[in-house]
Each structure stands twice: as structure tokens, then as C-alpha cells.
């Protein structure tokens, strides 16, 4: 067990930087998720800290020893990859007793520590077999077990959970996380789930373009979205985005775009002046809207696209001028298309955005 | 049970819209013309080695006996007993050619082991070019080399040696052996080496340990390549050496038998006790062979 410091993490391949001056800590103990689209860096960063790839530039340290010139072997480190990597001529068994013989543990400590992590991860009745005879689920618990033999000092793991149908991933999330409380190990974790990250870490770096957008815990990340690509990434469906002016009407700040205008609170008044362009990108999460009748006093008018009912929730798609939106409404909703509405926006939990920098307001 | 088992295959044809009776057809093409191949392949074999198991005037005799009526291993014995004229002569060509191709397939294995290693794994400045250099040796008929060969190895001194050979072997066999190998590391998923090294194993035992073990059917089918290769070659043998101590069986048996009248069942029971290796070896590892070919074709 250990901590994980990035400091000034800079990895270019010739002239594409994939990782852009990351620096973060991860506690003793922390379970850590690096979230974000592909392509943004995170499993590059996840590699660095395994030693899979050199870094440009910047330190890397484990446990307090700077670990940029140590081979993967030589960092206690392990870890789970999305295709799980077992070894095909070897048994299960002998896959996870692999990585206690390479470092020389005695012959009866490894049959009593494979026995424990088969154990753990109820795969005892596999151990005689190859990787190949097992399922999907199965190959993953092996993964996850050569993983856990060894007491090393974090464990790194690449979407591990990516290659498994819905049900088995959800089944999986919850096990991973039962392990993380019991053996409390740092872990490192790289998912472009956001739903993942927001149920199994502890703290959260979004990244995007090579640069953690932010870091935080899920409640945080999901709360006080650092800028707009973090509150669009997390969350489901999506946030929605509404571009528009900050004006006055009346004696109020408004703000208006195409065939819409949504009077501001004070506070939002304030947030809102505060950008430097007067020109402003309104969030709103689906369950921060309410959908009313057309003849309802509060809201703006609008109008039905479309209904999806989910059962718990009816997702409502509508258009606010020329700008499609979804809010959920309660599962008895009703509501046919082109319908007029009224949408009632809740301020308290409305997020403002400078149209030019995208950082919240 | 049985009824499942009974209505599958029907229902895979009816799927896949071919009705019954064109499967036939298509079997008995299938199996004439594999017949055909078949013949082709094994007539001569079969040819040798009757004509090795007669006597003199019954391997001339018109028309010619099939099956020899009074087959005799003769010949057999005289190539292969240690003492006499002929058999020390003929075993010293055996061991020369054998010394020859294990020699040639050993090293041709250990150079292109690592060598497709790197290619397949490794960024390196002009690693293309490199690659696609190793295949023009095979862009020119083998012959165009021999003078030019013949030339390097007078400078190096090694002609009329084995060496000379070996040296030559492995330029032809290479390149096919790199080629052949890269596409099977290709196919095995960097991961694998990547979990091993975290799991505690230096590049290179986790090459030895966990990629070697899954290339054999590959690295198996080059050696082979290689040995044959080696194994039958004629020119080149016929070019480098002079000494009679050091030619292979190739030349051997052409020298062998043209400087006495010309003996048919002694040349086919030669011919014959030649290509034991190559079948035997072929017989073992077939399934490997095919395997390696096959995966690499995917791949390509």
C-alpha cells in the first residue's frame, strides 16, 4: 500500500502530447478513477504509472521512491487489463501463481495464497482449467485474482470491466468495490464509464485532451462541474446546453436565444454578468426542469419532440425555440407530439457557463 | 438427445440455402481431385521405393514389375552397413548433409526469433525499410547469387567448407522465417507481455516464458522450412565443394552413382533413406505446420 504522486506528468508522441502536465496525489488506501472519452489520455497516464511506456517528462512516485527509471517488475505494482491478458498455456492456477514465482515466494506460501485469492473470488473449482474453457466473467475473476495474490503496493486496472455484458458489469462493479473496502489498497482505475467512476471511486479525475479537467469526489464532480466538458461527460443522459445572451427585460436579466427567453434569478443574475463576452451557455441536468401544462403560470413556453418512458421515469424531449432539450417527468406523464408545454427551470440548480473560455461561472 | 442431435445438420443446410443432393456433388469433385493430388504426389514416392526393393535386371525389366516379385533389401543394407565400400561413403554424406541443415535450421531459428521479435514489437528508425529489405534476397532466382556467393565466400575463405553452405541456407531461409514469425508475434496480444512484466518478469523472461510457448507451432514451422530447404539443395553444394568428405547427399548421390554404371534400385533406396527425415519430421509436426501457416494468413 502506497501513495501515487504525478507530478508535472508530460508524455508526447512526437508531436502529439497525450498526456499534458498532469499532476495529482493519490492517497494510501485511495480508490482512484481516471474517466474521460477515449483518446484523452487516461490509459496512457495508467501505463506511465505501470512503467508500460517512459514518460516525457515529470516524476512519477510510488510509495515514496520516484519510479520513473524502475522497470514494471521492480514497482510492486499490479494489474488488470481489459482483455484480461491471461497467460493461454498456462491453467488458471498457474496464472496465478505466476506472478508470486517470478519474485521467488516459497513453493507453500504460493499454493496457500492462490488458494486465498481463488477463494476470494470464488473460482476454486477453476484452477485445473485454461483460460481459454472459461467465460467472459470467469476470465475476469482470474484477472482480478492475479491481480490480488501479490500484495502490491497499488493496483492499476484498465477497463476492466469494459469486455462483460451489462448485467455481469454491474455484478462486477459492486464485487471490486466489496474487494477495495476489505483489502483497502490504492487503486487506480481507467474507465470511460462515467456511470463506473461515479459508483466505485473515491475521488474522480476527469480527463480530456491529455489535462485533468478536474478532480474531485463524484459528488463534487457531478455538483460543481469545473467547466462544461465535465458537467456534458458525467451524468445520464447528458446535460443540457442552452447558448444564449444575457440581456434585460423589464428591470430583470434575462437570458435569450433563438425563440426563447429564460428570466435569471439574482444569484444567476450575478453569475450570469459575470461573463465577459455577455454571452453565456446555460446548463441543466434533465431532473432540474420541470415539465407543465400549457396553461401553468411559471416556465417557459415549449413544446413536445418526443416521449420515452422508462417506466420509474418518462424522459420528455422538447424543443425550446430551436434548441432540442430532455427533462424526465414523473412515470405517469402523458404527452403527444408537438404538444405545447410550459418548462419550469429549477435556478437554485442551474449552471452557467462563459460562452468563450466553457469554465463555470 | 438424439432427436436434436438428427435435425441439427439439417437445419444448418437449410440455413445456409444449399440443397443436399450439390453437397454431394461438390464431395466427389472434392475427393476426385484430392485423389488426383494424392497420386500425383505419391506414384513416384511409391515408384522408388518399389524399384529400391529390386534386384538389378528386375528394375529394367519390360514392362516393368509393379510390385517386385522378389523383393530384396540389398541395397538397404549396403548403404547403411558401416563397413564395405559403399556404406561408409554414403553414412559420411547423410552426416554431411545432416550436420549441414541442423546447423542451418538451428541458427536461422536463433537470428529469426529475435529479429521477428523486433520487427513485430519494437519502433525503431528505418524498421520498415529493413523489413521489406530482408524480402528482395527472395525477388531473384536463387541462381543469380552463385557467382556473386561463390566470390564472397572465396574472400572469406570458407569454400569447400560446410560453412559456406550454412552461410547461403540461412539467406534463403530467413527471410521466409522472419516473415513468417513476425505475423505470429503479431497475433499474440502485447498484453500479455505487459502483464507479465508487472507481474515481475524482465522483458526477456517474459518473452521466454510466456511468448515462447505460444510461437512454437510458428518458430516449428520455420524450422522446418529451414531444414528442407537446406536438406535438398543442389546447386549451391555442387558450386562450394570439391572435397568427397564434405558433400551432402545431393551431390553425393549424383557423384556417387554416375561414376559407376548406374545403379536404379541403389539410387532409390539412397533417394528413399533421403527423405525418411523430411517425412518423419513433417508427420510429427504437421499440425503445427499448418497451424503456423494458417495464422499467419490470417493475419496477413
Redesign the interface.
Known sequence: MAAVVLDDVVKAFGDVVAVDHVSFTIEDGEFIALVGPSGCGKTTTLNMV???IELTSGTITIGGVVVNDL???D?D???V???Y?L???KSVGENLA??LQ??KVPRAEIEARVKRAAEMLSITQLLNRRPRQLSGGQQQRVALG?ALVRDPKAF?MDEPLSNLDAMLRVQMRTEIKRLHQELSTTVIYVTHDQMEAMTMADRIAVMSGGVVQQLGTPNEIYDQPANMFVAGFIGSPTMNFLRGQVGTDGGRTVVHGEGWELPLTDTNSVRARASATGEVILGARHNTMTVLPESAEAGVPARIYTVEPTGDLTYVHLWLGTQQLVASAPGTFRGAANQPIRLEFDQARLYLFDATTERAL | MTTVAGVRPRGRVAARGWPRPRIKTLDVIATLWLILLLAFALIPMLWMLSTSLKGQFAALAQPPEWIPSHPTLDQYQTLLSPTGTVGPVFLRYFLNSMIVSLTTTALGVLIAIPAAYAFSRFQFPGRDVLFFAVLVRNMFPVVVFLIPLFILMRALHLVNTHWSLILTYMTFGLPLSIWLLKGFYDNIPEELERAARIDGASRFKAFWLIIMPLSSPGIIATAIYAFIGAWNEYVYALTFLNSESLLTLPVGLQHFFTEFATNWPGLMAAAFIMSVPVVVMFMLLQKQFVQALTEGAVKA
Open positions: 505501470a512503467g508500460l522497470d514494471p517488475k514497482r505494482i499490479a494489474m487489463f481489459q482483455n491478458a497467460y493461454p498455456s505466476f506472478p517470478m519474485r492475479r492499476l
